[in-house]
């Protein structure tokens, strides 16, 4: 399985943003808890604890990564059941995320945005939210996912090749 890249860059009027989107044949509610219940976002990316409210922070326990790494993380905004900011900042840089949520037709259409800082690497940034977003697909559908190593470095030179529009 050679999972495909979907992502693409942004100008804004803050910087640049990374975008990604996956659409979901579920009711609205049913993606919101997938990204915001602890125990739903370690299905597929992160345990969290803590108060989910703006301004906020929660703790994170990175479930799929090597040694299950902690980190803190601010709740900018949360809009139930369409809007999701948040920020870390670790010892790989800042991370500034929003999920942005629509349904129309029975399919709710998540989208993501990394707002990047000026020295992110997309090319290794894209590539772990590509695996990860899959990751909430498969564990809202039983999908299968493909193997990190499809991703990354699977992916990489598709990355290197975007430039913001």
Known sequence: MTPTPTGRLIAAATGTDLEMTREFKAPIEDVWASITEPERTARWFAHWTGEGKPGAKVRLTLVMEEGQPESDMTIIACEPPRRLEVEA??????????????????????????????????????????????????????????????????????YKGLSAS
């Open 89 to 158: 900042v670790d010892e790989y840089g800042r991370w500034h995320l929003e999920a942005r949520l629509a349904e129309a037709g029975g399919v709710t259409t998540l989208t993501f945005l990394h707002h990047l800082d000026p020295d992110t690497d997309v090319s290794t940034t894209g590539p772990g939210w590509e695996y990860y977003l899959d990751r909430l697909v498969s564990s809202m559908t039983g999908a299968p996912v493909a193997d990190f190593d499809a991703y990354y470095p699977g992916q990489v030179e598709y």
